[in-house]
């Protein structure tokens, strides 16, 4: 048993970057997309209203570098990326994998985009 302060049991991290007017790349907040833009403060807003604020902590991060697919957040443990979010598909996220401990996989990165990854060890210098 141990009393210190507990550790979050998920970090979720919601990519913020959004590409200036005119940049043909794609980017997860887009100007033209209301919605894109109010997702990080609606997973906030439906953590904190399900009390689970206390231990799970949202993180605004930059590109994750799978703009093509955004909006897109990593939930962390796990390596799961979830990718063309909206407020529904988060509100889905949050009851059936971080309450209910489901990945919700119709809305995970496709395999081809999200290959194993390469141990550091196997490039380091
Ligand atoms: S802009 Fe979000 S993954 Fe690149």
Redesign the pocket.
Known sequence: MTNGVPQPAFYIFK?????PPGMPK????RQDDPESQQLFQHLGQQLMMKGLIQTVMPIQT??????Q????MLVEPGHTMYVGLTKAKIDRIIDEHIIGGNIVEEYVVPEEMWGEPIAPAAVAQ
């Open positions: 990519c913020q970057q959004s590409a794609p980017s997860c907040v930059g590109c994750l570098g799978r703009c697919l955004g909006p897109v």
